[in-house]
């Protein structure tokens, strides 16, 4: 009796895994739901999606998931920041001040002239891997951790770059970071990330 209990346990745990397995892989095999998955899970919400107060405090506005900081609300001037403190976050957890300036978070949707929509796979990978917008230009700052997220592979980058492509787009302009000059306090030149 033991015996038999044993093997209907090893079955059981067996099929389990298979199921499991099976919906894991199925992730992989197809790059949109593999990327959805990565998105989600890594928190790009949490800075590419603007916050708004609800009933139980600070909730992501997924009418504009990831469009990024949004173009009504204007900062043209960092707030000071000094020791122990390194950075502060806008109301919509979408801008940062501190030491480099100001950054503000992208939009990630695939709208053609303000988001991610002329970009291609390529270039989002080398963003992530060089820690330069568009793969070239300025520095990606704080806080995007381009750092870690650049020690993907090339094929979740590839996915996480699908869902985002296949995403609404949302038109949104998201303004330029403003960079505070190379000095003692900042360092030369401003740290990325």
């Known amino acids: 009796m033991r015996r038999s209990v044993v093997v209907?346990?090893?079955v059981a745990m067996a099929f389990s895994l298979a199921a499991c397995g099976g919906a894991h892989g199925t992730?992989?095999?197809?790059?949109?739901?593999?990327?959805?998955?990565?998105?989600?899970?890594?928190g790009c919400n949490d800075c590419h999606t603007p916050f708004k107060m609800g009933a139980n405090g600070p909730e992501p506005d997924m009418?504009?998931?990831?469009?990024?900081h949004p173009e009504d609300i204007v900062i043209e001037s960092a707030p000071s920041v000094g020791p122990p403190w390194m950075a502060l976050g806008s109301q919509t957890f979408?801008?940062?001040?501190?030491?480099?300036?100001?950054?503000?978070?992208?939009?990630?949707?695939?709208d053609e002239e303000t988001g991610i929509g002329a970009w291609d796979a390529q270039v989002f990978v080398s963003a992530m891997r060089n820690g330069k917008m568009m793969g070239a230009g300025r520095p990606l700052l704080p806080p995007m951790p381009w750092r870690w997220y650049g020690q993907m592979t090339d094929a979740d980058l590839a996915a996480m770059f699908a869902y985002l492509?296949?995403?609404?787009?949302?038109?949104?302009?998201?303004?330029?970071?403003v960079l505070a000059p190379p000095g003692p306090e900042t360092g030369s030149p401003p740290i990325g990330g």
């Open 165 to 177: 492509k296949s995403i609404p787009p949302i038109t949104n302009h998201v303004p330029a970071a």
């Open 8 to 10: 209907l346990a090893c």
């Open 27 to 42: 992730a992989k095999e197809d790059p949109v739901a593999r990327g959805k998955y990565l998105v989600t899970t890594m």
């Open 94 to 110: 979408t801008a940062w001040a501190g030491p480099w300036g100001i950054s503000f978070s992208a939009n990630l949707t695939p």
């Open 63 to 68: 009418a504009r998931m990831l469009s990024g």
